[in-house]
């Protein structure tokens, strides 16, 4: 369990979440809409903010082990651009650039 709180303590961070969620011009910006079916996909019921969103599912998936899961999911590259729209060497970049923003912290 220490395991676990551990990992769910390090994503317990609003800065983390503020870059996962697109608050930070880091990562695309996730509309409310977005994050519910991101939550849907996680079998996650959903916050009244999107911030509490994320929180809770991140919460939800460090507990069940699918934190793994959850980043390959959110990072994946086609599924940025079937949502995002952008190209391949765009993808690259925000990918890279979301990764090494939560790593500073």
Do not use: H
Request: aromatic share 10%; net charge negative; with cysteine.
């Amino acid at each position: 369990m220490a395991e676990i709180n551990g990992e769910w303590n390090s994503f317990n961070n609003r800065q983390i979440i503020d870059i996962l969620i697109g608050d930070t011009n880091v990562l695309p910006y996730w509309s409310g809409s977005k994050l519910s079916g991101l939550c849907t996909t996680f079998g996650v019921k959903f916050g009244p903010s999107r911030w509490n969103i994320m929180q809770t599912l991140l919460a939800l998936c460090t507990r069940e082990n699918r934190i793994s899961d959850f980043l390959n999911y959110f990072f994946d590259e086609a599924r940025i651009k079937k949502v995002e729209g952008s190209t391949s060497e765009e993808e690259q970049e925000q990918i890279q650039k979301g990764i090494s923003e939560i790593n500073k912290i």
